[in-house]
């Protein structure tokens, strides 16, 4: 097999299977670049968001998720369990997820799917083969395939591979990214990547504490993406009352008018469904309790604060 | 001059129709009186004669309704009031019903319902050309039978003639006289302007109501309306916006009528060639605007249909009215041919009905009926359980074996039902003079005369019920050998009281329908097939095709109801999967696996037609973008070579059932803003929040 365009393609047969960790894999996917897409999750990242709707993407490894409303009481996992995790307390299910080794040994056996593991070590194979499926959809749609997450730079070589993989077949592809990484990682994703969506999560003062990093080295990476020349949507998560702020929209605002090439700027409203998945996982994360979910005037709002501030957004989507 | 603009504006007919139909409870349908009053008068005369008078006398004695400002006339409120006729008290009247329903009457399955008149020839020749080919045909014939059938077909077109005269003085009286003038003009003669031509076409669906006809269709409306539209262009007689508006006046009529009347557009033309023009878009304008849940449009897609065509559609079907369907020409006429049709007939076909494929104008009236196959595979299964040695392919060869036990028994019950209406005593004259060669060969329609034999469809039920449990079954029982034959069984008699752990097994490790999974997939692909070839092993008494029908409609609630579960996980009673869909919640791989899924079984020998439902979110089409993406839905329809699909935009109204009842929606996927999750999987408060700010888009 020889390569098909520029660049490397990735070939099953003389290469070492390149394998990463992915926890869904979406088809028509819709709000995470043009047309109808298969986004694939990738699990890992580097920040902590606070108001994280993904919290499934955090951990870099798979990890057992049980949600106790689709659980029938079979008994099974208790038996299956070779680490005593699930236990009986008070009449209630309980998993001592200390002791968890992730062997799925469990899941196996719940035929309620109340227990699921999440994440799965795939191929770049395992991964393409759906995307494949969705070929004719992303040519008339004008579609294709995004890497999201997590963070598809904690696995540099596995979203190469897919992305060459992906364009050897001509299809289009996407990188969401947080941008908290080395430039050189970005730089290499950059050639084999058509459309990057890269996240600007709250203004430098108050990043940190929202996120867990600084902000600097984002800053950085999304004007030396952006000088490069490589196409970029900018996503503006917005939690009221967390980084809805002026401050916050005249920074993201600064910054877009900086960089003339940006083509477009979504805004992604807070929705409270994180926190339940949260739960799910039995992580630690602090939630965000108790912030209502935007309505859409609230969501135009924002958008016209940052209309007044010279920058035109939407909503994912809708375009 | 305003008030003159606003008593002609389609919005007000459509409010009166719309009241009509909610409030015509209560009154008296006179037509039986008018009819047995024909009937004595006639007594003794050939049975067609006596019937072509019934005919006659309700065209002549029943009320001509009008609506303010109508452009268009015609209304079914003139055949029933609110008093009885003159010395008649209930029980007179009553005695008259039961006399007029002793004489017997053709119905839905002896070919009555879901007709389609031969517009085309209508519309060319007028009344008064029809009726001279009865007069020389009449000549041509010496049989006193056939003779006599010509009689009673010109006693119809004479009744038609009056009919559509008495709504000349109507409206002349009203001081319409431009509309009184038309209408004198096709009382006998044939159309000449576009206007006329669509008057004469919905006075014609008026004599069927009368006639007590139900579910008749318009056809090819964009083809046989299309020189008259072109002749008036030309003339400078009419606008594209005052042909919009007739037509906005037809569909405000059709929501009078309340019942599914079906409208074709685009597709191919019968020698071949792009059939889609100005009108096919305008019958789009007018269903999107007048927004009647009657109108059922139908859109024939096929590989050269225009991408402005398409995007047309969209528009139409995203403001949820939930028209038009679409429909793949290249899979349908495949099948047509198939079965003996010429290519430029078969070209020409068009719906009734819901779906229902249908040649307009040269074919008795169309039927069909249940069949109820997820008993069937129960029934092997039970009988399965007697035996040693149980397999698949055993289960295969026992479920095969029932269906055509079953199919023989379905169709032969069929036969003996409608050998009880033969043409001599159950004459059928107006249809016959508007369907092609029964005036020329001196025939009844259902004695002959029609070109083409009728089709008789037979719904193949709950497609993905079947596919996913046979699915279940072959991987659980047979080739993992996780789930004993008996223990299944046992869940099963059961309803899963006590076997939860089987159950969920059943639900969740089988594979479904609908995900682009092959394993599944293909045996839904051998299902279709095989139940069509089936069908088509039989012959109608009298002549004409059983067909499969995969388009449900709500018969898979009762058909449901009469079975216990099944070893697709689904509960005793609970309803079947809905025609060609994959079972509703199941699929949860997205519009795109669904898609590949649905496009999995060959479908061209599934004459009667399929209905796949897709429902999608509003949100997922929004704007241009959305635009896009619908384009690829319909796009792969084509080249998939899928064979109907309809959309269903879901909204609040869905979510506030889910929300009810998730067990029903278990993968009912939402979005919001840039990420999603599964709906009733969701707590009360976070649904309630996506409910709320729906309400909001
Ligand atoms: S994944 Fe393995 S170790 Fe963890 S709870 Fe399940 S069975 Fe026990
Ligand atoms: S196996 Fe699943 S359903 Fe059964 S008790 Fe464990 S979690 Fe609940």
Redesign the interface.
């Known amino acids: 097999m020889t390569s098909s365009g520029a660049g490397p393609t990735y070939d099953p047969a003389v290469m070492t299977p390149i394998t990463g960790t992915v926890f869904d894999i979406?088809?028509?996917s819709?709000?995470?670049g043009?047309?109808?897409r298969t986004t694939v999750f990738f699990k890992g990242c580097p920040l902590r968001c606070r108001w994280c709707?993904?919290p499934e993407s955090i951990r870099p490894h798979p990890h057992l998720s049980f949600?106790a409303?689709?659980c029938?009481g079979?008994g099974?996992c208790f038996k299956a369990c070779p680490n005593g995790v699930h236990r009986l307390e008070n009449g209630r299910h309980v998993l001592d997820r200390e002791r968890c080794r992730q062997c799925g040994a469990c899941v196996e056996t719940c035929?309620?799917?109340a227990l699921e593991t999440v994440g799965r070590t795939m191929t770049v194979e395992a991964v393409m083969t759906p995307v494949l499926?969705?070929r004719?959809?992303y040519?008339?749609?004008?579609?294709g395939m995004t890497l999201s997450g997590g963070e598809p730079t904690l696995q540099p070589d596995f979203a190469m591979a897919l992305l060459d993989a992906a364009r050897a077949e001509g299809i289009h592809t996407a990188v969401e990214t947080c941008g908290f990484c080395d430039w050189n990682l970005l730089d290499r994703l950059r050639t084999r990547c058509d459309l990057f969506l890269f996240d600007l999560k709250a203004e430098p003062a108050s990043h940190e504490s929202l996120t867990g990093v600084p902000f600097e080295r984002i800053g950085q990476n999304l004007r030396r993406l952006h000088d490069a020349g490589s196409p970029l949507w900018i996503?503006l998560?917005v939690v009221p009352g967390v980084n809805d702020t002026p401050a916050r929209f005249q920074h993201a605002a600064e910054i877009i008018r900086s960089l003339p090439r940006i083509q477009a700027v979504?805004?992604?409203?807070y929705?409270?469904?994180g926190t339940?998945k949260i739960s799910r996982m039995g992580l630690d994360t602090p939630p965000l309790n108790g912030i209502?979910?935007p309505?859409?005037?609230q969501?135009q709002g924002w958008i016209q604060q940052l209309a007044e501030r010279g920058v035109s957004a939407r909503?994912?989507?809708?375009? | 001059m305003t008030t003159a603009t606003q008593s002609l504006d389609w919005n007000t007919v459509r409010d009166a129709t719309r009241r009509y139909n909610v409030n015509r409870t209560g009154t008296h349908d006179l037509r039986p009186y008018w009819r047995v009053m024909a009937y004595r008068k006639y007594a003794g005369q050939p049975e067609c004669i006596v019937r072509a008078r019934g005919f006659e006398n309700v065209l002549a004695e029943c009320r001509i309704h009008r609506y303010q400002g109508e452009r268009i006339v015609g209304s079914r409120a003139g055949f029933s009031a609110d008093t009885l006729p003159e010395g008649l008290d209930a029980d007179g009247f009553k005695a008259i019903v039961d006399e007029h329903n002793q004489r017997g009457h053709r119905n839905f399955w002896s070919g009555w319902d879901h007709t389609l008149a031969d517009y085309p020839t209508l519309l060319k020749q007028g009344i008064s050309g029809i009726r001279n080919q009865a007069e020389t045909s009449w000549k041509q014939h010496s049989d006193p039978a056939r003779r006599q059938f010509l009689e009673s077909v010109i006693i119809t077109l004479d009744a038609f003639s009056l009919f559509v005269r008495r709504h000349a003085d109507a409206c002349r009286t009203a001081g319409r006289d431009s509309l009184a003038g038309m209408l004198d003009h096709i009382a006998s003669q044939p159309p000449r302007t576009f206007h006329e031509a669509l008057q004469l076409v919905w006075l014609t669906q008026i004599v069927f109501v009368s006639e007590g006809r139900y579910a008749n269709a318009l056809g090819r409306v964009d083809q046989y309306l299309l020189p008259f539209y072109h002749r008036d262009m030309v003339a400078n007689r009419i606008t594209r916006d005052d042909a919009l508006d007739l037509l906005q006046h037809v569909w405000a009529h059709i929501e009078e009528l309340g019942e599914v009347t079906n409208i074709c557009i685009g597709g191919l033309t019968p020698d071949n060639r792009d059939a889609t023009n100005e009108l096919s878009y305008l019958a789009l304008e007018a269903t999107q605007t007048v927004l009647s849940p009657h109108t059922n449009l139908s859109a024939r897609f096929h590989d050269g249909t225009p991408e402005t065509f398409h995007r047309a559609c969209f528009e139409c079907i995203r403001t949820g009215v939930g028209f038009p369907s679409v429909f793949n020409d290249h899979v349908l006429i495949q099948g047509l041919e198939e079965i003996g049709t010429p290519p430029d007939v078969a070209r020409d076909y068009c719906m009734v009905g819901c779906i229902e494929t249908m040649l307009a104008g040269r074919q008795q009236a169309w039927s069909d009926s249940r069949f109820n196959t997820p008993l069937l595979l129960l029934k092997a299964m039970q009988r399965m359980r007697q035996e040693p040695v149980r397999s698949y392919d055993r289960l295969m060869d026992l479920f095969r074996e029932e269906v055509q036990i079953a199919m023989k028994e379905h169709t032969d019950n069929f036969n003996q039902y409608i050998d009880q209406f033969p043409a001599d005593r159950f004459p059928d004259p107006f249809l016959s003079a508007l369907t092609r060669d029964c005036i020329e060969r001196g025939l009844d329609i259902n004695a002959g005369g029609a070109q083409f034999k009728r089709m008789h469809g037979i719904c193949i039920m709950g497609l993905a019920t079947l596919a996913d449990s046979l699915a279940a079954v072959r991987k659980l029982v047979f080739e993992e050998s996780r789930l004993p034959y008996d223990d299944l069984m046992a869940a099963l008699d059961a309803d899963f009281e006590g076997h939860e752990a089987t159950h969920q097994l059943l639900l969740n490790r089988a594979p479904k329908y609908g995900n682009a999974d092959p394993y599944v997939d293909d045996i839904a692909a051998w299902l279709v097939m095989f139940t069509s070839e089936e069908c088509l092993k039989h012959t109608i008494s009298g002549g004409g095709r059983f067909v499969s029908a995969m388009g449900s409609n709500v018969s898979n609630i009762p058909a449901g109801k009469e079975i216990g579960a099944t070893p697709d996980g689904r509960h005793a009673h609970t309803p079947l999967s809905d025609a060609a869909s994959p079972h509703f919640g199941r699929d949860t791989n997205g519009p795109t696996a669904f898609l590949q899924s649905v496009a999995r079984p060959d479908y061209h020998k599934v004459l009667t037609g399929s209905v796949v439902n897709m429902k999608f979110e509003p949100d997922h089409f929004q704007g241009e973008e959305g635009a896009r993406r619908f384009a690829a839905v319909t796009h792969a329809l084509v080249r998939d070579r899928i064979q109907e699909l309809q959309f269903n935009f879901t909204g609040n109204e869905l979510l506030h059932h889910a929300k009810q009842h998730p067990e029903e929606y278990p993968n009912l996927v939402v979005r919001v803003s840039g990420f999603s999750a599964y709906f009733t999987r969701l707590g009360a408060e976070v649904q309630d929040d996506i409910i709320r700010r729906r309400a909001h888009v």
């Open positions: 979406q088809k028509f819709i709000h995470d043009p047309g109808i709707h993904n949600d409303r689709r029938i079979c099974a035929y309620a799917g499926q969705d004719s959809f040519r008339d749609s004008g579609g996503r998560p979504d805004v992604l409203a929705h409270a469904m339940e209502p979910t309505s859409s005037e969501v909503t994912p989507g809708s375009a």
